[in-house]
């Protein structure tokens, strides 16, 4: 496990189901970046607290009421994704908002 990773880790309360999914994300933003330019280069080192960490910060922002979220010109997917995967066993809808195709594919 990467230090970036651990300090995500240990940061927010994540199951392992939520991990999984948030590693598979992380795995496919590394691959297509060179070629979509989905985040900038120079932060992919600290992906899980530049990027993810930041998003979950979100969080605390939940409703316990239901609602619906949505993330305007997601680009990479952040925070929208990131949102949605921690989200995804509160039931909580997250809409992903993305006008550039490239990014929107690999978003889907």
């Known amino acids: 496990m990467?230090?970036?990773r651990a300090d995500f880790v240990a940061a927010p309360d994540v199951s392992r189901e939520t991990l999984e999914r948030l590693t598979?994300?992380?795995d496919l933003l590394r691959k297509w970046n060179p070629?979509?330019?989905?985040?900038?280069?120079?932060t992919l080192d600290a992906l899980w607290?530049?990027?993810?960490l930041?998003?979950?910060q979100l969080i605390d922002?939940?409703?316990?009421?239901?609602?619906?979220w949505a993330d305007l010109g997601t680009g990479g997917g952040f925070p929208g994704l990131v949102v949605a995967i921690l989200l995804q066993d509160?039931?909580?809808?997250v809409t992903l908002v993305e006008?550039?195709?490239?990014?929107?594919?690999i978003l889907r």
């Open 2 to 4: 990467t230090a970036d």
């Open 24 to 26: 598979i994300y992380a």
């Open 35 to 42: 070629r979509i330019n989905l985040v900038s280069p120079r």
């Open 49 to 52: 607290t530049r990027h993810f």
């Open 54 to 56: 930041d998003s979950a």
């Open 61 to 68: 922002l939940v409703p316990d009421a239901p609602a619906t």
């Open 90 to 93: 509160r039931h909580k809808p």
């Open 99 to 105: 006008g550039a195709q490239r990014k929107a594919t």
